[in-house]
């Protein structure tokens, strides 16, 4: 069973800009996805950026212009790059890669933003 860390998180001031990065602890075939996704405090987990392996992106609105998402083409791994972060970005972000066989999610780093 493959397992995601996720690392990169911490308390951050507005504006940043740290960088999300995700490892697996073993290789993942027949990607399908990547993604990270978030979960503010006291509400759902929603999707903040994927990719796809056609290399299609799309972010959520609240973050488009801001936030960039990657690959690590070798790991089938995300990264997730944050700029000018706001106040509003708390929260726990999570990596997320599906593949054909199975879609895999990391435990979540907490990301505060605050000065």
């Known amino acids: 069973q493959v397992q995601l860390v996720e690392s990169g998180g911490g308390l951050v001031q507005p504006g940043g800009p740290p960088r999300l990065s995700c490892a697996a602890s073993?290789?993942?075939?027949?990607?399908?996805?990547m993604a990270w996704y978030r979960q503010p405090p006291g509400k759902e987990r929603e999707l903040v950026a994927r990719?796809?392996?056609?290399?299609?992106?799309n972010y959520a609105d609240s973050v488009k212009g801001r936030f960039t998402i990657s690959r690590d083409n070798t790991r089938n791994t995300p990264y997730l790059q944050m700029n000018n972060l706001k106040p509003e970005d708390t929260a726990v972000y999570f990596c997320?890669?599906?593949?054909?066989?199975?879609?895999?999610w990391g435990q979540g780093t907490q990301v505060t933003v605050s000065s």
């Open positions: 073993g290789s993942i075939s027949g990607f399908a996805s």
């Open positions: 990719i796809s392996s056609s290399g299609s992106l």
């Open positions: 997320n890669v599906r593949s054909i066989y199975a879609n895999y």
